[in-house]
């Protein structure tokens, strides 16, 4: 969300008589879970605090390895599930709705990096994976991204600001990403700063 989280990760397996395991956010913003007895695939919600203000959110995995939790995981999440708020599939999704997800989810991860495109080659982000795909907490690339704007979704409505100007960058129903309105105006853009020294680790918001 712009700095690390600082608060705790809960996983929950996919088993008949679901499992859950938790663990807390590191300074650099990683978490790690041992999922060797858990049946895949995962839902993931972290929840804490980041500059100030309270967060809560959420992410997928299909198996074990990297699992980014960031404010896109959670709208590519709600998107995957066909729901307003991810929260309602990490409290309530069942197998079916788990299969659906591992099935759409990296649809729908396709069609924000296609949506922000432009934001992303602001920030050098290229085709990166902002769920799968490991990153630093390094003030470069995805996070540097993160660093410089705010992505907060609401009521079912995924809105992208500038930081610093307020000026909204992209909006869209987290149902409906695919006819998202992106301001494809270089002023609203934020701008990629120098590169920042900052503690390594896998970044978990």
Do not use: C, W, Y
């Not at 990297?66 to 729901?83: E, M, R």
């Not at 990403?177 to 896998?202: I, Q």
């Amino acid at each position: 969300t712009g700095s690390p989280l600082v608060g705790q990760v809960t996983l929950r397996d996919s088993s008949l008589a679901r499992k859950e395991k938790v663990t807390v956010v590191a300074n650099d913003g990683s978490f790690s879970i041992d999922v060797a007895d858990m049946q895949a695939p995962f839902l993931l919600k972290a929840t804490g605090t980041s500059n100030g203000a309270r967060h809560n959110l959420f992410s997928f995995a299909a198996q074990p390895g990297t699992a980014n939790i960031n404010p896109l995981s959670s709208a590519a999440l709600a998107h995957a599930a066909g729901v307003d708020d991810p929260a309602v599939v990490f409290d309530q999704a069942d197998s079916a709705s788990l299969d659906r997800i591992r099935e759409r989810m990296p649809v729908s991860v396709t069609t924000l990096r296609t949506q922000l495109v432009t934001l992303f080659e602001v920030f050098g982000v290229g085709n990166r994976n902002p769920v799968n795909d490991f990153f630093v907490a390094d003030h470069d690339r995805m996070d540097a991204m993160f660093d410089s704007v705010r992505i907060v979704l609401s009521n079912g409505v995924l809105t992208i600001t500038n930081l610093t100007s307020g000026a909204v960058i992209f909006t869209a129903r987290v149902k409906d990403l695919e006819h998202g309105r992106f301001t494809d105006n270089h002023d609203h853009l934020p701008k990629r700063g120098p590169r920042l020294a900052a503690p390594t680790g896998v970044q978990a918001v």
